[in-house]
């Protein structure tokens, strides 16, 4: 019966992590899968997030399924995370909110909303991008090209490139962009930039598809939003989804959202009405526990006060590693320029090694990350750090 199926070849971060947990090597490394460890290398819980969870716990009580788009405190977080508190497009009621399954889930309803009610429009994504976009718009018969993103020789955006693409798009095109902490290369737009993008999508009447997957890991919780309210500010109908596995270390609690920004409230209850029927055909509703989480931290004032210093703190103990990284490289290549580290921001650095010097690193020093030269700065501590530096040195130089 199943004698043409064809075998899956896996994940390739996921089987890299699977290597990297074969290794028997003391000192090995994982740079690879996109995952925020603290100073002992461990994966934290928030303290925000263990007082959410006692409240959860006391008492226990049942486990219902949840409405189709969530829990009510679990889309208003998302709303006013990415929005603003107060904004005036919630009060008008012009954004339909889903609670989803993680980002994942957001991008997967999005992609299969646009399929239903854009069917002409391909999706772009940046060259490169995170492979799964590419595999959840495909895989809701959605086209997928890509557009001019990252300058490998330089460490750079190709942002004239970039434009020149985005003008020969078709009405109703969309484009998926990253607002902020660009996975996999780091590298952001300015805000000026940003301004020049929305002005592009706006005259050609183009779709903008922001991910964010890293809100607070970049600049702030505001800056790092700052794409998104002005492609608001601009009137530009809009998706939005967004992840809290990173910046409340839910991983496996799979909790994300998707907003869809709309002309008029008439419209909003329309898409919105949608969003339900996309989610009760693909997983019918979302996880329980982790919307809850997100409903007790994002509407608490004293722990969303909180959960924004812990964000903080993992955004600048990645900046401090990147900074170490950088110095302890150009020390021992002193002839080679790496600002580029610093330039980027977020988890994730384009280390400019190839292929095969990223298999060196596996190989010869136990350093495991993705064979594009995608590091999870994440990774780093100040255990490991030197060892780490010294081991690209060496593959740089030779």
């Known amino acids: 019966m199943f ?14 992590m699977e290597k990297y947990s074969a290794d028997n090597n003391p000192n090995k490394v994982n740079l690879g899968i996109g995952i925020y460890y603290d100073e002992s290398g461990v994966l934290p819980v928030l303290d925000c997030v263990k007082t959410a969870e006692a409240r959860i716990a006391d008492p226990i009580a049942p486990r219902p399924y949840l409405p189709m788009a969530g829990l009510p405190g679990h889309r208003k977080g998302c709303q006013e995370l990415l929005f603003g508190k107060g904004a005036q497009i919630l009060k008008d009621g012009l954004v339909a909110t889903t609670a989803t399954i993680g980002g994942s889930g957001a991008l997967k309803v999005g992609a299969e909303f646009i399929h239903q009610w854009f069917p002409q429009s391909k ?15 495909e895989g809701s018969d959605v086209e997928v090209g890509k557009y001019p993103y ?24 969309v484009i998926l962009l990253h607002p902020c902490c660009h996975n996999p290369t780091g590298m952001d737009l300015t805000q000026a930039q940003w301004d020049t993008v929305l002005n592009v999508i706006k005259a050609h009447e183009l779709i903008p598809f922001m991910d964010i997957a890293y809100q607070g890991f970049g600049e702030d919780m505001d800056s790092d939003a700052y794409a998104i309210r002005k492609a ?10 967004n992840s809290f596995s990173k910046n409340l270390s839910l991983y496996g609690e799979r909790v994300g959202g998707l ?18 029927a996309m989610v009760r055909r693909i997983y019918s509703s979302p996880p329980s526990h982790g919307g809850h989480v ?23 103990r990645i900046k401090a590693m990147r900074l170490k990284l950088k110095s ?12 580029y580290i610093t330039r980027q921001n977020g988890m994730f650095s384009f280390t400019g090694l190839t292929p095969e ?13 993705v064979s594009n030269s995608r590091m999870c700065v994440a990774g780093l501590n100040t255990s490991n750090i030197d060892s780490v530096a010294n081991a690209m040195a060496d593959v740089l130089k030779d």
């Open 3 to 16: 004698e043409r199926i064809d075998y899956y070849a896996g994940d390739p971060i996921l089987g890299l």
């Open 123 to 137: 999706c772009y994504v940046s060259d490169p991008t995170w492979g799964n976009h590419i595999a959840i718009f």
């Open 150 to 173: 990252y300058d490998k020789a330089n460490s750079s955006i190709k942002f004239d490139e970039m434009i020149a693409f985005f003008e020969t798009l078709n009405k109703h095109d």
């Open 232 to 241: 608001v500010e601009m009137g530009l109908p809009l998706f939005v989804s």
């Open 259 to 276: 907003s869809v920004v709309c002309p008029t409230a008439d419209e909003a209850e329309r898409v919105f009405g949608q969003l339900n």
């Open 294 to 316: 997100v409903d007790i931290v994002m509407n608490d004032d004293a722990l969303h006060e909180q959960w924004v210093g812990e964000v903080y703190a993992m955004r600048d």
């Open 328 to 339: 302890v490289l150009e020390a021992k290549i002193p002839n080679r320029n790496f600002d």
């Open 357 to 369: 010097q990223v298999e060196r690193l596996q190989s010869e020093f136990g350093i495991y990350m």
